[in-house]
Nanobody, 130 residues
Framework: EVHLVESGGGLVQPGGSLRLSCAAS????????IGWFRQAPGKEREGVSC????????YYGDSVKGRFTISIDSTKNTVYLEMNSLKPEDTAVYYC???????????????????????WGQGTQVTVSS
């Protein structure tokens, strides 16, 4: 069982930055695929980013590419999502998720799918507003 805990959400003005954290207990992130998703009111959950821990490959949704960065601190067993140049449309509850290892070609095509992940955090609210 993997327990994920997100933190770092909050209220920020447009153009501002936040860093979300996803910490795992009772395991390390080795051999996992780690994803960040978000869900805004009335919208479907959207894949934001993914880190294939073994290969170090990163993936981003088109709406966040160039503004968000996913990274890992293995010594702290924590994955981060650095969010810059935030926009009101980034407002959502952000979730981290962990799934088993898949080959790179699978991750490349499936990282946006909920089905690739087994474990989910409780979510953290991000609100971008002036």
């Amino acid at each position: 069982e993997v327990h994920l805990v997100e933190s770092g959400g909050g209220l920020v003005q447009p153009g501002g930055s936040l860093r979300l954290s996803c910490a795992a207990s009772e395991t390390t992130f080795d051999d996992y695929e780690i994803g960040w998703f978000r869900q805004a009111p009335g919208k479907e959950r959207e894949g934001v980013s993914c880190l294939a821990v073994n290969e170090g490959d990163t993936y981003y949704g088109d709406s966040v590419k160039g503004r968000f960065t996913i990274s890992i601190d293995s010594t702290k067993n924590t994955v981060y999502l650095e969010m810059n140049s935030l926009k009101p449309e980034d407002t959502a509850v952000y979730y981290c998720a962990a799934g088993p290892y898949y080959p790179p070609d699978v991750v490349n095509s499936a990282w946006r799918s909920d089905a690739m992940y087994e474990y989910w955090g409780q979510g953290t609210q991000v609100t971008v507003s002036s």
